[in-house]
């Protein structure tokens, strides 16, 4: 079977993966009566791998999605003309779900992957544990996923000028994270202490 883009690719692997491990878990008793699916879902994910560091989730979800919104500041997504082929588009303002839409499903990105923030034996670029358990991290995680939803509804009203306020809420959590954890004297070498 070929595909047409990579997009339909990736959803038919999931779909077909998450039919395969609900197959197996049905075959093995996963999710009876005598243990809850939020349970069974909770202890699968707290024992998936962790094949990216922090830095690499920050660079592959946090930071492109932060910039469509930041790039609405000055630019109104209503504007936006779709790609040629916007099922192919690299840019997620002029894909499928591209103008209104992307800057939604952006602050939904910094909302959710506020979670992979926290999960156990994440490392940071320089090999140390994520500080998971410091209070001001989660203080500081808990920042994201507000300004995340402080962004969602600010796009879904379509007033740039809510989303302009938004994306202060998303500059402000950010900042209070790196100045913490990320800026710090030595580079790299000294991320997350």
Request: hydrophobic share 40%; proline share 6%.
């Given at each position: ?122 490392v940071c670029s320089n090999g ?66």
């Amino acid at each position: 079977m070929r595909f047409r883009n990579l997009a339909c690719a990736l959803f038919v692997s999931a779909v077909a993966a998450t039919l395969f491990v609900g197959y197996s878990e049905a075959q093995a008793g996963a999710g009876s009566a005598t243990q809850p699916k939020a349970q069974t879902a909770a202890k699968s994910s707290a024992t998936a791998p962790l094949d990216w560091n922090l830095a690499q989730v920050m660079r592959g979800i946090l930071f492109p999605n932060s910039n469509v919104i930041f790039w609405t500041q000055s630019h109104n997504p209503a504007d936006v003309k779709p790609a040629e082929n916007p099922t192919s588009a690299t840019d997620p303002l002029y894909g499928t779900y591209g103008g209104w839409t992307a800057v939604e499903n952006s602050a939904i990105a910094l909302s959710e992957a506020a979670n992979l923030l926290t999960v156990p034996g994440r490392v940071c670029s320089n090999g140390r544990p994520v500080p998971i358990n410091n209070p001001d991290w989660r203080k500081f995680v808990q920042g994201l996923r507000d300004a995340g939803k402080v962004t969602y509804k600010a796009a879904q009203s379509k007033d740039q000028d809510k989303v302009v306020d938004a994306a202060e809420v998303v500059t402000n959590a950010c900042g209070a994270c790196h100045e913490k954890y990320r800026d710090k004297p030595g580079g790299v070498a000294n991320r997350c202490m």
